[in-house]
């Protein structure tokens, strides 16, 4: 598995001034894609807001799996001082739910006097100038299905008092476990330039084969599924007609076929992680670190051995 990072120099300064911004707000609402909760989390989070209380959103929500949804919130909201949310832009009810959930978090608010002021933040493309557009009623941010589209922090204030902060998406230097650079590049959040389409198709391929056979048979009108992911990728290929010039399967051509497909909910509400599959990974990924760590310790000491020995 290569490795899928995407930290430019925008998305450093996006960082600076959340943290400059971060000690007026009174609320931290956090969007996470309700496909990817772990992948979507910010690891800078819990250093950045210390205690200042802050909800989970887990938007797009209308795409994901409703039961792994459930196990996500009951997971996020382990940690003290998180209220966790699933969300969907189609469902202006859940909305509501929020501005009720940050009144709450922020009691000592009065409107009238201190409008609460709440900051959105998230991983680039997860919906947060919709989120916006949809609490003021009308368009004030700018939105679009690519990854960041927000440039500067825009200052918003509803009509109950309510004081938001929308933000420039951004992602953090290493994506980490590997899986978490794969599967944000599934559902959109990084820039199309930054990956191979054909990698990350595989990758999709491979887990959609275990996780949701069913939805491949009926979308794909596949009778039986083969083992492998390049044989799935052959397979929609041959279904959808993506041939190449020569007669073969153009395998970027079903790729991308294949991710836009998973993103824009054709093949059904799917989650690409559960709490159980991170929880491995994250130990899985810290094992591989001190594995290479102790490599390197050892080759240095070998050169080191070397260089004495040239040296007598
Ligand atoms: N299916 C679905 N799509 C959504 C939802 N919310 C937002 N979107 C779509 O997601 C895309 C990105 O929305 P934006 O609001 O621009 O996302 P953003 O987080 O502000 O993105 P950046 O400014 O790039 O960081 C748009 O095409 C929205 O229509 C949702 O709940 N469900
Ligand atoms: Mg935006």
Known sequence: MSVINWFPGHMHKARKE??????????????????????????????LRGTTPCIKLLNKADLADPAITELWIAELEKTQGVKALPVSQQNPEQIRQLLQMCESLAPEKNASIHPARAMIMGIPNVGKSTLINTL???????????AGITKSQQKIKLDNGFLLTDTPGFLWPKLTPPSCGYRLAITGAIKDTVFDYADIALYAAEYLLKAYPESLKERYKLESLP????????????????????????????????????????????????????????????????????????ADRIRRLKTRKNRR
């Open 18 to 47: 959340i943290a400059e911004v971060m000690p007026h707000v009174d609320v931290i609402i956090e969007m996470l894609d309700a496909r990817v909760p772990f992948s979507s989390e910010n690891p800078l989070v819990p250093a």
């Open 136 to 146: 003021v009623g009308r368009v004030v941010a700018k939105t679009g299905n690519e």
């Open 227 to 298: 083992e492998s992911d390049i044989e799935l990728l052959e397979a929609i290929g041959v279904k959808r007609g993506c041939t190449s010039k020569g007669g073969g399967v153009d395998i970027q051509k079903v790729s991308s076929l294949l991710i836009n497909e998973i993103r824009t909910g054709l093949l059904g509400r799917i989650t690409f992680e559960t709490p159980e599959i991170t929880t491995q990974e994250v130990i899985d990924a810290k094992i591989a670190d001190e594995i290479k760590a102790k490599e390197k310790e050892e």
